[in-house]
């Protein structure tokens, strides 16, 4: 059952969490029983800024890497955990700092606009940051003409239909299960589903996005269902949001645009795994000074923003 939760292994694990006076975070992707041990549930950007917040030195990160990277970045004088490190987003790892050296190259008066969703590295080497939120707002914010945008070539191509004077250099890369959505997969839901709203996250193509009621990130289509007049929304993101919604708005329907669409690397992230990570107080996340300061510098232009 998807809502099932072992009493017992939260119990201990809410136990390990008062004992090491530990502030548990955790994202909208990961199993429900291990969103039960989190002080937060949010996205990756919320939990970074919240890591920062706390009046706590030891912080768990429930996501893929490089949500913990940027909740060390942001705190560098806090001990930041991941419970499974090896759980990271195929998305993050398709664009490299090599790589934005050769655009560099390629377009020297372009800004480099790079989405949360990436390693450090990445972010160490980029101008700018932004979130699926505010992508719009972060590019409208440069003078350049020119753009380039990693890795998310969907958000990209969103981002760039809202701007035509500007030229955007897209790089190839995207979420293996946004990607997945195809415009048949929409269409059959709105078929089944004709009074529900449609909720598109902008990692989807563009040809699925153009069918949405409301496109945004995870909190906004969490907002959006809570806020719509439609009798009930038919979810176009992970199907984790499906289950939260279900669970807060009994009185909607909400459907998911497909059973499949599923992270697996955010499954990953077990309550068993968070137990071990704060009972051994594994797996710490390491970054050099340099990096730490060099991503900050492009995530601190996009909170400026
Ligand atoms: S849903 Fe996509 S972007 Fe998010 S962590 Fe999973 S692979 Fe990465």
């Known amino acids: 059952m998807k809502n099932y939760v072992n009493k017992e292994l939260l119990e201990e694990t809410l136990e390990l969490k008062r004992q090491k006076n530990a502030l548990v975070l955790a ?9 039960a041990a989190a002080d937060f549930v949010c996205d990756s950007f919320e939990m970074a800024k919240r890591a920062r917040s706390a009046d706590k030195d030891l912080v768990v990160i429930c996501g893929v ?23 990271t987003c195929p998305m993050a790892d398709m664009v490299s700092p090599e ?21 450090a590295a990445v972010k160490a080497v980029s101008d700018i940051c932004c979130t699926s939120a505010s992508a719009e ?5 440069l003078e350049n003409k020119e753009i380039v945008f ?30 997945a959505v195809t415009e048949a997969d929409v269409l059959k839901a709105k078929e089944a589903h004709p009074d ?36 009930g929304v038919i979810i176009c993101t992970e199907n984790e949001i499906t289950e939260i919604l279900r669970r807060e708005l009994p009185e909607k329907e909400i459907w998911p645009v497909k059973r499949s669409f599923i992270c697996q690397n955010m499954k ?4 068993e795994s968070l137990r071990d990570c704060l009972k051994y107080e594994r797996y710490e996340v390491t970054l050099s000074d340099e990096e730490i300061a060099a991503a900050k510098a492009a995530l601190d232009k996009m909170v400026k923003v």
């Open 196 to 231: 529900c709203a449609l909720a598109v996250h902008p990692e989807c193509r563009t040809e699925v996005v153009k069918h949405a009621d409301f496109v945004g990130s995870t909190s906004g289509i969490i907002d959006f269902a809570k806020k719509t007049d439609a009798p």
């Open 137 to 141: 707002k972060v590019v409208g914010s």
């Open 65 to 87: 890497s490089f949500m913990g990277e940027s909740a060390k970045i942001l705190s560098p004088q806090k001990k930041v955990l991941l419970p499974v490190p090896e759980a």
């Open 268 to 271: 990953k992230v077990t309550l």
């Open 150 to 179: 990693v890795p998310d070539q969907h958000l990209g191509s969103y981002v760039a239909e809202k701007f035509p004077d500007k030229t955007f250099y897209l790089h190839k890369g995207f979420c293996p299960r946004h990607h």
């Open 99 to 119: 790589q934005i050296a050769d655009y560099r190259k390629l377009h020297p008066e372009a800004a480099v606009v790079c989405y949360v969703n990436s390693t």
């Open 27 to 35: 994202h909208y992707y990961v199993p429900s029983e291990t969103q």
